[in-house]
C-alpha cells in the first residue's frame, strides 16, 4: 500500500519511524462533495495554506485541481511559490498581508495574486510593478473588513477603496472580499451581520459602477451552513481535509478524513510495578506491565498536553499513552494486545479494525480546535500518499443475524 518511492530523498530508517498517510482518493471525494453544494456559477477555491493543514501543499493542490477546485489559496508568499516551483499553474491568491516590497517583486515573478487591504499598498505595489516594466496588470483582491477585526479595509469606505486601486495602472482588481469571524457557531447573527456589510459595500459599488467582477465570503462552515453566502467563490480549508468545523454542519455533505498518523513500536519491555515512566515520571504503573516505545513525539505533531489522555490503536486493539509524551518518542501501555513485536505499525490518527481517531478527538482532549491539530503535522514526518478505496456504504444487512 505504501509507496516509499514517493519520498526517494528520504532515507528508509526515517520513514520507517513514523509517517502520514494522506488518501488521495479521499480528498477528491471531499472537493465533489463540496462541490455538489455549490451552484454551477460558484467556484472552489481550496486553501492549501500551513502545507495544506499539514497534508502536503503540492500534492495536495495538484489532487483538488484534478478534482475541480479552481483557485488555490495561500497565507504566504513563500508557500505560493512553492506551489509555482512545483509547475502548478492555476490562480494562486496570496490572504495574507504582503507588506514589503521584495515579497511583491516575487508575487509579480511569480504571477501570485495578492492580498490589498488599504491604498497605500496598493500605490506601491502598483509603483513596484511599473520599476520592473510589468507587460500584464497584476489581479489583486481588494479585501474589507465586516467584524472579523483582522485584515481588511473597513467596509464603510470600500467604495473609495476600490476607486483608488481601480485608477492605478498595472493592477487589475480581480475579486472583493472578506473574512467570516463566527461561521462555525449555530447563532448565525454575527455571520449575518457581516454579510449584511458586505452586501451594503457591494450595493454601493454597484451603483458607482465599481463592482468588481468576483466577490467570496465564506470558509468551510459557511460554505455548509448558508447558500446565500456562496457568491462567486468558497475559500474552502478543513472541509477539504475531511473534517467538520462544528457539529451542527456534519448534515449537509459526506466529508471523509484525509490524514492518517501512523508511527512504529520501537522497543517492546516488561515493567515491574512501581516503576516511573518517561520525564518527571509523571506516571507510576501501579502494576506490571508491557510497555511500548513508539517513534513519535511532540516535534512531530503529538501535542505533548496529550500525556496520559492520548490512546491510539495497536493491532486494532485502543493502547493508552503512558507519561510524558518526548520530542521523538512517546510510550504506551500494551498489556494484554497479543503477537506484538518491534516493528509494529500504531495508529495515531486515522482507522485500524473497528476503531477511529479524529483530529476533533485529540482537539477536545487538548482544549484545541482541529485546525491547529492537523496544521502541527509539519514535514519532519515524510507524507506517503496513498489510494484507499472509500468505505462502501452501509448495506441493509441481508439474511438472517
Ligand atoms: C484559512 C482561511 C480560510 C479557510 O478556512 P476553513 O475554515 O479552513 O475553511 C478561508 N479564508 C481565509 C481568509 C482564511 O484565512
Redesign the pocket.
Given at each position: 500500500m505504501l509507496s516509499w518511492e514517493q519520498t526517494p530523498s528520504l532515507e528508509p530508517m526515517r520513514c520507517c519511524r513514523a509517517w502520514v498517510e494522506i488518501d488521495l482518493a479521499a480528498l477528491r471525494h471531499n472537493v465533489q462533495q463540496l462541490r455538489g453544494v455549490l451552484p454551477a456559477s460558484t467556484q472552489l477555491?481550496a486553501?492549501v495554506?500551513a502545507d495544506a493543514?499539514g497534508h502536503g501543499a503540492v500534492t495536495v493542490a495538484q489532487t483538488v485541481l484534478q478534482a475541480g477546485a479552481a483557485w488555490l489559496?495561500v497565507?504566504t508568499v513563500p508557500e505560493g511559490i512553492e506551489l509555482r516551483a512545483a509547475g502548478i499553474q492555476a490562480p494562486i491568491l496570496v490572504?495574507?498581508a504582503v507588506n514589503s516590497t521584495e515579497e511583491m517583486q516575487a508575487i509579480a515573478h511569480w504571477r501570485l495574486q495578492p492580498?490589498l487591504v488599504n491604498p497605500k499598498q496598493a500605490l506601491v505595489f502598483s509603483e513596484t510593478l511599473a520599476k520592473l516594466s510589468a507587460a500584464r496588470p497584476l489581479g489583486v483582491h481588494l479585501?474589507i473588513d465586516t467584524g472579523m477585526t483582522r485584515?481588511g479595509f473597513p467596509w464603510a469606505e470600500a467604495v473609495d477603496f476600490v476607486r483608488f486601486v481601480h485608477q492605478l495602472p498595472h493592477l487589475k482588481i480581480d475579486s472583493l472580499?472578506s473574512?467570516l469571524a463566527t461561521?462555525?457557531d449555530p447563532n448565525p447573527a454575527t455571520m449575518q451581520l457581516q454579510q449584511q456589510r458586505f452586501t451594503a459595500a457591494v450595493e454601493s459599488l454597484q451603483r458607482q459602477h465599481l463592482l468588481p467582477p468576483r466577490l467570496h465570503l465564506?470558509?468551510?462552515?459557511a460554505?455548509l451552513a448558508d447558500p446565500t453566502l456562496h457568491y462567486d467563490l468558497v475559500?474552502?480549508?478543513?472541509?477539504?481535509?475531511g473534517v467538520y468545523?462544528a457539529p451542527h454542519l456534519q448534515t449537509q455533505v459526506d466529508l471523509q478524513p484525509v490524514i492518517q498518523i501512523k508511527a512504529r513500536i520501537t522497543h517492546l519491555k516488561a515493567v515491574p510495578a512501581g516503576t516511573g515512566i518517561s520525564y518527571g515520571h509523571q506516571y507510576v504503573c501501579d502494576r506490571p506491565i508491557r510497555l511500548a516505545v513508539v517513534g513519535i513525539g511532540y516535534a512531530d505533531g503529538v501535542p505533548r498536553i496529550l500525556s496520559n489522555r492520548l490512546q491510539v490503536i495497536v493491532k486494532g486493539h485502543l493502547a493508552q499513552q503512558i507519561g510524558a509524551i518526548t520530542m521523538d518518542q512517546l510510550m504506551l501501555d500494551v498489556t494484554g494486545i497479543p503477537n506484538l513485536q518491534e516493528g509494529d505499525v500504531v495508529t495515531l490518527l486515522g482507522r485500524d479494525g473497528s476503531h477511529t481517531l479524529s483530529p476533533d478527538d485529540w482537539a477536545a482532549m487538548a482544549n484545541t480546535i482541529s485546525?491547529e491539530i492537523l496544521c502541527g503535522f509539519k514535514h519532519r514526518l515524510p507524507r506517503i500518499a496513498v489510494e484507499q478505496a472509500l468505505p462502501a456504504p452501509a448495506q441493509p444487512r441481508i439474511g438472517p443475524g
Amino acid at each position: 500500500m505504501l509507496s516509499w518511492e514517493q519520498t526517494p530523498s528520504l532515507e528508509p530508517m526515517r520513514c520507517c519511524r513514523a509517517w502520514v498517510e494522506i488518501d488521495l482518493a479521499a480528498l477528491r471525494h471531499n472537493v465533489q462533495q463540496l462541490r455538489g453544494v455549490l451552484p454551477a456559477s460558484t467556484q472552489l477555491m481550496a486553501v492549501v495554506k500551513a502545507d495544506a493543514y499539514g497534508h502536503g501543499a503540492v500534492t495536495v493542490a495538484q489532487t483538488v485541481l484534478q478534482a475541480g477546485a479552481a483557485w488555490l489559496g495561500v497565507a504566504t508568499v513563500p508557500e505560493g511559490i512553492e506551489l509555482r516551483a512545483a509547475g502548478i499553474q492555476a490562480p494562486i491568491l496570496v490572504m495574507g498581508a504582503v507588506n514589503s516590497t521584495e515579497e511583491m517583486q516575487a508575487i509579480a515573478h511569480w504571477r501570485l495574486q495578492p492580498t490589498l487591504v488599504n491604498p497605500k499598498q496598493a500605490l506601491v505595489f502598483s509603483e513596484t510593478l511599473a520599476k520592473l516594466s510589468a507587460a500584464r496588470p497584476l489581479g489583486v483582491h481588494l479585501k474589507i473588513d465586516t467584524g472579523m477585526t483582522r485584515l481588511g479595509f473597513p467596509w464603510a469606505e470600500a467604495v473609495d477603496f476600490v476607486r483608488f486601486v481601480h485608477q492605478l495602472p498595472h493592477l487589475k482588481i480581480d475579486s472583493l472580499y472578506s473574512h467570516l469571524a463566527t461561521a462555525d457557531d449555530p447563532n448565525p447573527a454575527t455571520m449575518q451581520l457581516q454579510q449584511q456589510r458586505f452586501t451594503a459595500a457591494v450595493e454601493s459599488l454597484q451603483r458607482q459602477h465599481l463592482l468588481p467582477p468576483r466577490l467570496h465570503l465564506a470558509n468551510t462552515a459557511a460554505t455548509l451552513a448558508d447558500p446565500t453566502l456562496h457568491y462567486d467563490l468558497v475559500r474552502v480549508g478543513l472541509g477539504l481535509y475531511g473534517v467538520y468545523p462544528a457539529p451542527h454542519l456534519q448534515t449537509q455533505v459526506d466529508l471523509q478524513p484525509v490524514i492518517q498518523i501512523k508511527a512504529r513500536i520501537t522497543h517492546l519491555k516488561a515493567v515491574p510495578a512501581g516503576t516511573g515512566i518517561s520525564y518527571g515520571h509523571q506516571y507510576v504503573c501501579d502494576r506490571p506491565i508491557r510497555l511500548a516505545v513508539v517513534g513519535i513525539g511532540y516535534a512531530d505533531g503529538v501535542p505533548r498536553i496529550l500525556s496520559n489522555r492520548l490512546q491510539v490503536i495497536v493491532k486494532g486493539h485502543l493502547a493508552q499513552q503512558i507519561g510524558a509524551i518526548t520530542m521523538d518518542q512517546l510510550m504506551l501501555d500494551v498489556t494484554g494486545i497479543p503477537n506484538l513485536q518491534e516493528g509494529d505499525v500504531v495508529t495515531l490518527l486515522g482507522r485500524d479494525g473497528s476503531h477511529t481517531l479524529s483530529p476533533d478527538d485529540w482537539a477536545a482532549m487538548a482544549n484545541t480546535i482541529s485546525w491547529e491539530i492537523l496544521c502541527g503535522f509539519k514535514h519532519r514526518l515524510p507524507r506517503i500518499a496513498v489510494e484507499q478505496a472509500l468505505p462502501a456504504p452501509a448495506q441493509p444487512r441481508i439474511g438472517p443475524g
